[in-house]
């Protein structure tokens, strides 16, 4: 077994792609998450060490960091709303401390890039400056700095995606002139395990981006062209900044006090003007933005999907996700697994769908034909516990264009009743079997 690695911000984007990449290479993670039931639906939960704490409290992460030898420090506060950047800052110190108390013997911190001796947004001089906190410890920190991420689940990739679905002439402010270098979030996660397993670059901060600089207006055209969708751009002199992030909100996943930080981000380029990395890191093969963009497109399936929207309990939930409205629902039921799955059988043989997965008395996953703007998905899983068996549906839309988002908005009221529906007829023909049976 290899040595102890702590991930610390496990429910967010980077540690969830990092911490199947760390246990294919058998390393020993632990996971660092203020609430540990929001890791619970994750597929890689049963074969981490999950651990509760917060890096605003600092008497917290001592049990976390204990044993540790290397700690991922993948931590932001943009959602946090007003003041978030001296909660990053307040945050990393106690981190840093902490570490150096429980004997760690390297940190590797993924941090944002600009350029430092520019006028930059807070978002982006709250990223460095974290970076620098960190170094002021005593324990060596390698810092990797990425702008735009390209990948499914990224906040900046999923801005992208939604924004050019959504709106055959894109709207945007002048900023979208400045340039980019984006990289695949891939790529991201090979420089984070090269400075685990390399020692050249260990304490050093590094630029990191993709083999292209692009303008960042270019980045939706690319994704427009992947998606084998025509789109333009029109540019507007002043669109307040405020009523950009309340855009994006509404239309993407990505909620309004990081879109409000993010979108703040584009005021600047955000290019590699010292690239070392491909010197002391010549292991990470680098893909483009366009080759990035068709591996998100080919994984736009409920099969490659990060599953974050069952870790609060909530029974009926809807979220858009990984270039996917989903529509989440469970329901208790009080008769056994098989009876459930034969249920499910039945309902599904009856319908116009297609059965791409089928695990005996754990989960089934159907296609849907003919969908209008798009490609839909039903999948069902049953889980158990002492106290109750649940059926959990979860309806997986990928808008294509503007229809897709039409169909899904304008007749969303009707397809909720739908699902209700569906859900609620396998419960009684399960139940109903399971009186038959009793009768019999």
Known sequence: MQNLILVTGATGYIASRLIPRLLNSKYQIRALVRDPQRLACRSWFRHVEVVAGDVMNLASLAPALMGVETAYYLIHNMSSGRGYTERELEGARNFALAAERAGVRHIIYLGGLADPEQHIAPHMRSRIETGVVLRQGKVPVTEFRAGVIAGSGSISFEMIRFT??????????????????????????????????NPNGRGAVFEIGGPEVTYYKDLMLKYARARGLRRSMILLPYVPLWLMAFGVGVMTPVPRPI?????????????????????????VHLIDFDQAARMALDELSPLHVERVWGDDGQMVKTIKHEGFFVHHRQAQVNTTVEQIFQAIGNFSQKTNWKVEVREENERVLVRIKNQIGGQAWIEWRVTQNADSTRLIQTVFFAPRGLPGFLYWYLLYPLRAIVFYWQIKKIVRTANFAKEMRRSA
């Open 164 to 197: 050019t679905e959504a709106f055959p002439i894109v709207p945007g402010p002048m900023w979208l002139n400045n340039k980019s270098q984006p990289i695949a979030a891939q790529n991201v996660i090979d420089y984070l395990l090269a400075a685990l397993e």
């Open 259 to 283: 879109a409000y930080a993010l979108i703040g981000g584009l005021s600047a380029d955000s290019v590699v003007k010292h690239p070392d990395a491909l010197r002391v890191f010549p292991e």
